[in-house]
């Protein structure tokens, strides 16, 4: 009985939960360390070859004090192209910081996806943890993580986007799950501004998942704090929800995706296990 109850301790102690969140986020940068690793100057190739590229318009925008960005300069053969206009821009805000701390815009994008990563299972830990026991909440951040989804993401299509929507997402739901337990100034704050980054994470997924963020929130205690805290977001957001929406009669995405058939996107069975060196 007595080495079970030191077992138990050890479990519960909190150093011995850190320490295996520690191996894991290890395994994690040394699964990855062969595609996503920072110092090699050479790029992982992937379906969106334009990532690195975007980096470097938008950071030349915020060194120009072109803010928020709105115009590519030196797409279309430098007529410019407003790419920042119409997609969701929290990726290309948290790479191009990175960025600007004076990594090329390569590194940035690696680095960035790796971020994506740690952060996605230390988002759902936190999630998970506002429901389930601690260990439970660790299988399931590192299920995850480990997908075949997430891989896909990076090393296939190269999405730099939609990983982090896989960060805000559960990042957000665990924030409102705690707003609506207790009422901290420090919570409430982190609440909105990952709200606020969700939205405007990914074109599709933010929009589809923006209803279903509020009714979630319904569902919670104290759901009128969380909805104020979800309004204030979106009014943070209306710096790009607003000219996205206005102008969207500019461009012919319309007219392009018409013409595109959804057959064509999906991927054959063999690139989900055969992508460069993840």
Same mark, same amino acid.
């Given at each position: ?97 990175? @960025? +600007?701390?004076? &990594? $090329?815009?390569? %590194? ?6 790796? *971020?994506?990563? /740690?952060? =996605?299972? !230390? ?72 709200? @606020? +980054?969700?939205? &405007? $994470?990914?074109? %599709? ?6 209803? *279903?963020?509020? /009714?979630? =929130?319904? !569902? ?59």
């Amino acid at each position: 009985m007595a080495f079970v109850r030191t077992l138990y301790t050890l479990f519960e102690s909190k150093k011995f939960k850190y320490f295996i969140v520690a191996i894991i986020l290890g395994l994690i940068v040394y699964m990855t360390h062969s595609s996503l690793n920072p110092l090699k100057t050479d790029m992982i190739q992937f379906h969106d070859e334009t990532q690195a590229g975007r980096i470097t318009s938008f950071v030349a925008n915020l060194r120009a004090g072109n803010i928020p960005p709105r115009l590519a300069a030196d797409y279309s053969f430098n007529l410019g192209f407003p790419v920042f206009n119409f997609y969701a821009p929290t990726a290309y805000w948290i790479t191009s910081m990175i @960025a +600007l701390v004076g &990594t $090329s815009s390569i %590194m940035a994008v690696k680095i960035s996806f790796l *971020l994506t990563v /740690i952060l =996605s299972f !230390l988002a759902m830990l936190y999630f998970l943890t506002r429901f389930f026991d601690y260990y439970s909440s660790i299988l399931g951040a590192s299920v995850y993580v480990t997908s075949t989804y997430f891989a896909t993401e990076i090393v296939i299509r190269g999405n730099l986007a939609e990983c982090w929507f896989l960060v805000f997402l559960p990042l957000t739901l665990g924030l409102l799950k705690e707003n609506s337990k207790v009422l901290n100034k420090r919570i409430y704050i982190m609440t909105v501004l990952s709200a @606020a +980054l969700l939205f &405007t $994470s990914h074109n %599709m997924l933010s929009l589809v998942t923006m209803p *279903l963020v509020f /009714i979630y =929130s319904m !569902l919670l205690p104290h759901w009128r704090r969380n909805l104020v805290a979800l309004g204030i977001a979106v009014l943070l957001d209306s710096y790009f929800l607003v000219p996205a929406y206005l102008e969207s009669g500019l461009v012919q995405a319309k007219e392009l995706a018409k013409v595109y058939n959804y057959k064509d996107h999906f991927l054959c069975p063999w690139q989900l296990w055969t992508a460069n060196g993840w």
